[in-house]
Every structure is written in structure tokens, then in C-alpha cells.
């Protein structure tokens, strides 16, 4: 059976998100369900801060969720509507259940829901049609009397129907009574347990409770005489009455078999939680078809087979505030990217389908959602008119950038006006909360808000924070340098950098520690020295600091 599974859509900004890259995905998410996307979430790869949680707050924003990892997990294609069976369940329904449901495999489970295995068909073929030097094996079969009442559909008539599996010995009363009563009782001095199937021959009934058989199954649905259940009673042997003739209840009696007595128990198991691509290479080299999943009781929640390997995920993304796969979230490269939001310069971005990109270089990705709200006509709602001005605010240091263009300024009198908040005295309130540098440790305040690139084949990462002062900077100067020298050689970059930016000077100070050929190019004045240049006028990372030190990549002496 196919379930129609509804599409997931996600919104998410880069790694190591700053205010633009949280608001802008509440915003957009925010106006795709207005469009009637349905199930649309913002979500976020890596933790907020104290300025973005106070943003939020601000206008009643929950953070959006965290998702550091979206590679697709077993959970997400699995099959949780899975048939099983319980241990005890004779062969015979489980084999009917295989042939009803059209599956490929069944996993047999205990009384706690526990995988015990999965049923083998070739172990059954096996019970049930044994080779020509085993067939003697047909006669015996390894079951309670009570399974084969069950399994055969029958009638208890009088006797004890045991729960107990034996190993009963199957003996039809085919044959004249005189060779029957000799037959039996060779068999029970044997130790044997024989029950006897025979249809409507009290003679051959009496002989069997004489001779003490296990049980007698009366067949074709025949009446018992009353003779032979008082003497069947008075001997203690039971009997039973089957509706189906001789050759049938037989057959059907082997089937009497537990599914546990039949199971694999070396089996390849999973958790929701498998990366898919994991489980694919594992079952490749299983020769199964399928796989139970099991959640963290140990209990069976889900089947894999292999066909499920190549559904679709139901899941799909939009990227706001990147379009480069290195700053995206970890699984974005196996989860189709349908549309695209951004300022940044293009980063190599590549898609199998046509793909709704918006790149757009205003002053910050909250720009641009607040706009695609105004080209769908849709009006923004108060809270996320304050969120996209707060990302706003942020990316464009409210307005003071050299980032910031004529669209941005328009958008920021707009949102303020539905926000109804004094922008102004609103960016001075958001710029005060929490400084980077006296809140966080020095590892995290290069880590915050830092992005990787990879040019010409070197590797660096820039990260930025922004202060309204350089105030608490002298007593972090070292500790930022060491953490920036030791995440250079833990990452094996040519460069890690950290622009220190004061939004009130309008001044930022660069701290690089690196390759020396390429700290040689840098052509700003030295600060503190070593390893610290004083960049005047220069606050955007994007569209000053970046091109700057592709330049000096590009100067660099090899
Ligand atoms: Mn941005």
C-alpha cells in the first residue's frame, strides 16, 4: 500500500547564523504558509545569540527549530505501518499472511514486541517439502495439539487441547485395521507421540484409544459415536474433529509450527536515526530483503526494504542568506533545494531542476523577503515586520553600511512603520544587548558568526562581530589570536581572520592569523601588531573584507 506522504518544507540560513539569517527564515517560512505551502518550518544550524533571542522576544517569535544534519535517515523512508507476527504464531497464518499482504519478508516478535527474527521461506519450503532422502521427515512436526486445532480449523471434542510443543508423529488411518494396530503400537514403544488422522471409522478410532495415540483428529467434519468419545474419555486420549478431509488437515497440521521455530535470527537491523546512505551500503551486501528498524526499547517500529531506498525524501529546502553549499547545513547537498533567498556574492551553486533563485545585493536577505512579501501582495503580519527589520537593522548596521542601497532604506521605514517601533531608537536597543566580546569566550566569538570560503583552492574562514565599542577589546586582543592561530591548524586554513567591527565609528580591526606570504599583502595599517590591522570606513565582510583578500590571495607570492 502507498502512503502519501505530505512535503516538508525548510527554511534555513547558513551555519553559524547571525540576525539576518534567523529572520529572514522566520519571514520567509512566515510567507510561504501564507501562500498556502502548508507544512513550511524555519529552522536554524547552529545556536542564536543574546541580541538574536532578544529580537525574537521582542516580537513574540519562537527561535526556529534546530536542524544541524539533514542527511536523510532510515526514519524517514521506512515503512512504520509493519505487519509482523508474534513468536508463537503457527507457519501456516504467518505463510497466509506473506501471500494476502504481497511481502517480501516478515520479522517475528516476542511478547515485548522484541525482533526476535525474521521468517525464512526457505526453511519453511524446507518443513514443508523436504528432500526425497529426508521425506520421512514430513510424518513428524514440532507443535502444541492447541496449534494444530488452530491451524487446522478444528473442534475440540473431548480430552486436554495441551499448549505444550512436542514432537508429535502424524499417522494416518489409511490403512486395514489389522496392520493399523500393529503399526501404532511399534510407534508408541518407541516412545512416540502419535496422533492419528482417519475419517469416519469408529473401528479404527477404538484401536487408536486402545493403543493410547497422543490424539485422534476425526477428518471431513464426520461425527464422533458416542462410543468412541466416552471410551477416548475414559483413556485420557483427546480428541478432535477437523471440518477439511484427511489429506488436507495433514498438510495443514505441519504448517502447525511456530514462526519462531522458523526465524533467521542473524539479522540486519536499524534505528530511525541510520543515515540512509549507511544503510544502503549495509544492505547491499545483505542478502535480505528486508530490514527491521527498531527504536530504542529494542521494540520493531519500522521495516526497510530495499525498494524504500529509492523514495523520495519528503523533504525539501529553501536556502535564505547563502547559496554556497559550504555554509549551508550539513545534508543540504541530498535534499532538493527549491528556491534560494540571498545577498551574497554566488558561490558555485548547482541543482539537478530549474531553481526559484533570488539573489538580490541589497543590505540584507530581510530586505529581500520583506519585498517578495510586497510583490505576492501579501501584507506582513506585525511580529514578522519586526523580525525582518531586526535582520535588517543587523546586516545593514541600521542603515550605515556601504552595503545598504535605496531599497533597504525604504524597506526599513515600511517595516518600522508596521512594527511600530522608532527604528532608530529600536537598533540602538538591539546593538546594546549582549556584546559578543564581553558575552562570549574567545573561541566563540570567532566561531559566532564565522564563514568559510574556499578560493583558488585555499580554504579560510572570516568571522565578524559587532561591537558599539572597542571598550572590551585590549583584554580579549590575546585570547582571540590564539583561538584564531589554533583553529587555523586545527582546520589546516591558510588563514583565519575576525573583523572586529565598532557600528558607532564605523571602524573595524582585522585580526588574521595565517600563512605569512599572505599576511605580507595586507596593506592596512598595522594596529597592534603583530597579527591586528586598523581598517577605517570598512564594516561590510561581504562587500569590503572579502574582495580585499581574494585581491591579496591573488598577489600573494606562491
Ligand atoms: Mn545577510
Known amino acids: ?64 527549530v534546530l536542524m544541524n544534519d539533514l542527511r536523510p535517515r532510515v526514519g524517514d523512508v521506512m515503512q512504520s505501518h509493519v505487519v509482523s507476527v508474534h513468536e508463537d504464531t503457527p507457519i501456516y497464518d504467518a505463510i497466509q499472511l506473506i501471500d494476502r499482504r504481497r511481502l517480501r519478508g516478515l520479522p517475528v516478535v516476542d511478547d515485548r514486541l522484541r525482533c526476535t527474527g525474521l521468517l525464512n521461506a526457505h526453511k519453511i519450503m524446507h518443513h514443508l517439502f523436504p528432500p526425497r ?7 513428524t512436526v514440532t507443535a502444541s495439539l492447541a496449534d494444530i486445532a488452530r491451524t487446522v480449523g478444528g473442534q475440540l471434542i473431548c480430552g486436554e487441547l495441551s499448549t505444550v510443543e512436542e514432537e508429535l508423529f502424524l499417522l494416518v488411518g489409511a490403512m486395514r485395521q489389522d496392520s493399523f ?18 475419517g469416519d471409522r469408529p473401528h479404527i478410532q477404538q484401536l487408536a484409544i486402545e493403543l493410547r495415540a497422543h490424539a485422534i483428529v476425526v477428518t471431513g467434519a ?17 480428541l478432535l474433529s477437523s471440518p477439511t478431509d484427511t489429506a488436507t488437515t495433514v498438510l495443514m497440521s505441519r504448517g502447525a509450527l511456530r514462526a519462531g521455530r522458523m526465524i533467521e535470527t542473524e539479522f540486519l537491523s536499524f534505528t530511525r536515526d541510520t543515515r540512509l546512505a549507511e544503510a544502503r551500503h549495509a544492505a547491499a551486501d545483505s542478502s535480505a530483503f528486508v530490514f527491521p528498524v527498531i527504536n530504542d526499547q529494542g521494540e520493531l517500529c519500522g521495516i526497510l526494504s530495499k525498494s524504500d531506498f529509492i523514495k523520495e525524501i519528503p523533504r ?50 530581510s530586505t529581500i523577503v520583506a519585498l517578495c512579501f510586497q510583490h505576492a501582495g501579501i501584507a506582513i503580519p506585525w511580529k514578522i515586520a519586526g523580525v525582518l527589520l531586526s535582520g535588517l537593522i543587523s546586516d545593514t548596521l541600521n542603515l550605515t553600511s556601504p552595503t545598504t542601497t535605496a531599497a533597504d532604506r525604504k524597506i526599513h521605514g515600511e517595516l518600522a512603520k508596521i512594527a511600530k517601533v522608532d527604528a532608530d531608537a529600536y537598533a540602538r536597543e538591539l546593538f546594546s544587548v549582549g556584546s559578543p566580546l564581553l558575552t562570549l569566550s574567545a573561541d566563540e566569538a570567532i566561531n559566532a558568526d564565522s564563514k568559510p570560503y574556499t578560493e583558488n583552492g585555499f ?20 585570547a582571540l589570536l590564539a583561538a584564531l592561530e589554533a583553529r587555523r591548524n586545527r582546520e589546516g586554513l591558510l588563514f583565519a581572520s575576525l573583523l572586529v567591527t565598532d557600528i558607532t565609528t564605523q571602524t573595524s580591526l582585522l585580526l588574521v592569523r595565517g600563512d605569512e606570504r599572505l599576511l605580507s599583502t595586507i596593506t592596512f595599517p598595522v594596529a597592534h601588531p603583530p597579527y591586528i590591522w586598523q581598517l577605517d570606513g570598512v564594516v561590510s565582510r561581504k562587500k569590503q573584507l572579502l574582495p580585499y583578500l581574494i585581491e591579496c590571495l591573488g598577489r600573494m607570492v606562491p
Not at 335 to 360: C, K, M, Q
Open 222 to 238: 464426520h461425527a464422533v459415536e458416542p462410543g468412541v468419545e466416552i471410551a477416548a474419555r475414559a483413556a485420557g486420549v483427546t
Open 316 to 365: 525539501q529546502l529553501i536556502l535564505v542568506d547563502h547559496n554556497e553549499l559550504e555554509q549551508a547545513v550539513l545534508g543540504a547537498d541530498q535534499v532538493p533545494v527549491v528556491e534560494i533567498y540571498d545577498h551574497h556574492r554566488l558561490g558555485g551553486f548547482t541543482s539537478a531542476v530549474p531553481v526559484h533563485f533570488w539573489n538580490n545585493p541589497v543590505g540584507s536577505t
Open 181 to 198: 494396530g500393529p503399526r501404532l503400537a511399534e510407534y508408541r514403544t518407541s516412545g512416540r507421540k502419535v496422533v492419528v488422522f482417519v
Open 133 to 139: 532422502e529426508e521425506a520421512g521427515a514430513a510424518r
Open 1 to 64: 500500500m502507498a502512503f502519501l506522504r505530505a512535503v516538508q518544507t525548510i527554511v534555513i540560513g547558513h551555519r553559524n547564523p547571525d540576525m539576518d539569517s534567523i529572520c529572514s527564515a522566520v519571514g520567509c517560512a512566515e510567507l510561504k504558509r501564507l501562500s498556502g505551502w502548508g507544512d513550511v518550518i524555519p529552522a536554524r544550524c547552529g545556536p542564536t545569540n543574546p541580541r538574536i533571542d532578544f529580537a525574537l522576544h521582542r516580537f513574540g517569535v519562537e527561535p526556529p
Open 459 to 478: 580554504r579560510f574562514v572570516i568571522a565578524q562581530v559587532e561591537e558599539l565599542t572597542f571598550a572590551h577589546f585590549p583584554e580579549k586582543r590575546d
